[in-house]
């Protein structure tokens, strides 16, 4: 079945640092990848999507690009803020014959002022 | 706005009782989940619904019960049999697999 590896945490970082957050997939087919995100205390939210191989998907600073030839989805931002901080969730891949998605713990994101 | 509402935010429950909680959504999505997620820890699936009146089992289903009588509806009811059910909620929804889902807030229970 479609599942992912993603980079355990918890990650601790400097104000204005590089981010990166690594995910590797499983999946057969050409399935839509997905980051979510977690702030304390509230549900997740999509952060950002791509559908086909080479598509990016960005949003509030961070990118990731679906690489199909190494099969992978990594979460970046060039410059993190405090606000930043939350929990990242690299979703499985979701391909059209699925019906739910099952999610691992996520990584742990802390930005120091 | 569209979008999924998880009621109340806060639920305390007393040893051997049911309670339920509530999850509505305003998008028109055919198939609504249930997760419960404990500190530090992922999303486990609870029960999954992809079509009216009908619901799959997830991963934890035991001491869980569901409902799906209205497209818009999708109540979870943590029974007595549920041992450890402290946790936090999460309901979600989605229209399709190349979309997404979007969650609700949560609702944190707590057992007193």
């Known amino acids: 079945g479609n599942s992912v590896t993603q980079m355990e945490g918890p990650v601790t970082l400097s104000e204005e640092a590089f981010l990166t957050i690594n995910c590797t997939y499983t999946?057969?087919?050409?399935?839509?990848l997905f980051w979510y995100v977690q702030y304390p205390g509230e549900g997740l939210q999509l952060l950002l999507k791509?559908?086909?191989?080479?598509d990016k998907g960005s949003n509030k600073g961070f990118e990731a690009t679906y690489r199909k030839e190494t099969t992978s989805f990594h979460l970046e931002k060039g410059s993190v803020q405090v606000s930043d901080s939350a929990v990242y969730f690299c979703?499985?891949?979701?391909?059209?014959?699925?019906?739910?998605?099952?999610f691992g713990s996520g990584t742990r994101l802390s930005i120091r002022p | 706005d569209g979008g999924i509402t998880q009621s109340p935010k806060y639920l305390f429950r007393k040893e051997g009782q049911n309670v339920t909680l509530s999850c509505e959504q305003n998008?028109?999505?055919?198939?609504m989940y249930w997760y419960r997620q404990d500190p530090g820890q992922g999303l486990r699936l609870i029960y999954y619904?992809?079509?009216?009146?009908?619901?799959q089992k997830g991963d934890i289903a035991e001491g869980y019960s569901v409902s799906r009588e209205k497209k818009e509806s999708f109540p979870l009811t943590v029974t007595s049999a549920q041992k450890n059910p402290t946790a936090f909620y999460l309901c979600?929804?989605?229209?399709?697999?190349?979309?997404?889902?979007?969650f609700g807030s949560g609702t944190r229970l707590t057992v007193v």
């Open positions: 979600a929804s989605s229209i399709g697999s190349r979309l997404g889902y979007t």
């Open positions: 999946a057969t087919g050409y399935p839509s």
């Open positions: 791509a559908t086909k191989a080479d």
């Open positions: 979703a499985p891949p979701w391909g059209s014959s699925a019906s739910k998605i099952i």
């Open positions: 998008l028109n999505h055919d198939a």
């Open positions: 619904s992809q079509i009216v009146n009908d619901f």
